[in-house]
């Protein structure tokens, strides 16, 4: 069974363009939920997506958004960016139903640098 | 989710035990206790999970005390390969479609050596 897979790996952008990333969960498994990791921030949670719709919200700015499609993959946004943006991008997705019983599972991630 | 709190780093000799401890003591009865590690520039790779018995799988063993309010995930003969953070996570238990997410806090970062 294949993991969470992420695309891409790694990339560059310069600041005040945006960026897209793109995840595909685990077959079966309709929440998929982004993640930002720096050094200075650690892991923070983004948002959460379960049947195409936003269903939990981090702290971020709104020049981060995300969609999911019906087939449950998912894509994240992040428009004029800042060096600050700078980060790996981690994707994680679980079968969604209740929380505490059903592992999330994560991607290898999206390195993203902004120059 | 309960905060949890764990050592900033640890050390193990190669071939012996690694017991990683991990304080909750404000856990609630219906939250999972997660343990996820990261090896460097990858993502956190799932472990083991717990509400309120032992429980242990071909990666690790994860001890939970009876009150609940601490844990101790043991690698039982580690490997340099297990050098990496790790983090110990408690998850709320809500029926339905409540969400899912995580709160990663610093985490213990084990050097095996050799």
């Known amino acids: 069974k294949a993991g969470v897979t992420q695309t891409p790996r790694y990339l560059i952008k310069t600041r005040g363009q945006q960026v897209t990333l793109s995840c595909s969960p685990i077959s079966g498994h309709r929440s998929v939920s982004w993640y930002q990791q720096t050094p200075g921030q650690g892991l923070q949670f983004l948002f959460e997506?379960?049947?195409?719709?936003?269903?939990n919200k981090g702290n971020f700015p709104g020049r981060f958004s995300g969609r999911q499609f019906s087939n449950s993959r998912s894509e994240m946004n992040v428009s004029t960016l800042e060096l600050g943006d700078s980060a790996l991008y981690l994707c994680?997705?679980?079968?969604?139903?209740?929380?505490?019983?059903?592992?999330?599972?994560f991607g290898e991630g999206s390195w993203l640098t902004v120059v | 989710d309960a905060k949890t709190t764990q050592p900033t780093s640890m050390d193990c000799a190669e071939g012996r035990a690694a017991n990683l401890p991990c304080n909750h003591s404000t856990i609630s009865g219906n939250e999972y206790v997660y343990w996820y590690r990261q090896i460097h520039s990858q993502g956190p790779q799932y472990i083991i999970h717990?509400?309120?018995n032992n429980e242990t799988n071909e990666m690790a063993s994860l001890i939970i005390t009876e009150d609940r309010k601490s844990s101790t995930l043991i690698l039982p003969h580690a490997t340099l390969r297990d050098t990496a953070v790790y983090y110990c996570?408690?998850?709320?238990?809500?029926?339905?479609?409540?969400?899912?997410?995580?709160?990663f806090g610093g985490g213990t970062r084990l050097m095996v050596k050799p």
């Open positions: 994680a997705s679980s079968l969604g139903r209740g929380t505490g019983r059903n592992t999330i599972y």
């Open positions: 997506y379960f049947s195409e719709t936003q269903r």
């Open positions: 996570i408690v998850r709320v238990e809500i029926p339905g479609n409540a969400g899912n997410m995580l709160t």
């Open positions: 717990g509400l309120k």
